[in-house]
């Protein structure tokens, strides 16, 4: 059995879950996620513990089983504290700027790069090269993030580009002038 599915998901006094057959609501006080689980897998709610239960024994359905407890969890924890990404722009000129929902990136391109930030994400930039990104989805938080980094990944010589705070940059040396 999946050790994380066996797991029970705590629900705290201020979130509400319904459980609809495969399909979960959970309203919190940030906001309201909903989803459809696979129809192999049961969830059980009780006293404010949710209980994920396999209908069958097959090695794929209890792999599903960790993942499901894994997602509903997460939307637990989204709607009642938000979750956040953040991102470090490296580089001389190198410089973000956000107007409503569009961020723009100067990146070394020759014209700025506009990014759309999703509905259900809001973002703010601090000093011109830090990008804070926020949402009670998880899922969308962390798309966004690895698509905003895609627009200059960090390279392994100087490190510039866009990386997350939390990420190290193996570096590289660079050719050695010959004698």
């Known amino acids: 059995m999946s050790r994380i599915g066996n797991q029970p998901i705590i629900v705290p006094s201020a979130v509400k879950v319904e459980i609809n057959g495969t399909h979960v609501k959970v309203i919190g006080p940030k906001g309201t996620l909903e989803r459809v689980i696979r129809p192999e897998i049961e969830l059980e709610q009780a006293d404010g513990i949710i209980k994920v239960k396999c209908l069958d024994n097959s090695k794929r359905t209890r792999a599903f089983s960790g993942l499901t407890r894994t997602l509903v969890n997460n939307m637990i924890v989204g709607t009642e504290t938000m979750f956040q990404k953040k991102l470090v722009i490296e580089g001389v000129g190198y410089k973000a700027d956000i107007q409503g929902n569009s961020l723009t990136l100067n990146?070394?391109?020759?014209?700025?790069?506009i990014f759309q930030i999703p509905d259900g994400v809001s973002g703010s930039v601090d000093k011109a090269n830090a990008i804070t990104l926020e949402s009670i989805d998880k899922e969308k938080v962390g798309l966004t993030a690895a698509n905003i980094r895609s627009v200059r990944k960090p390279e392994p010589?100087?490190?510039?580009?866009?990386?997350?705070?939390?990420?190290?940059?193996?570096?590289?040396?660079?050719?050695?002038?010959?004698?």
């Open 157 to 179: 010589y100087k490190g510039k580009g866009i990386r997350y705070v939390d990420e190290h940059i193996v570096r590289k040396a660079g050719k050695t002038v010959a004698k």
């Open 107 to 113: 990146v070394g391109y020759s014209n700025p790069v």
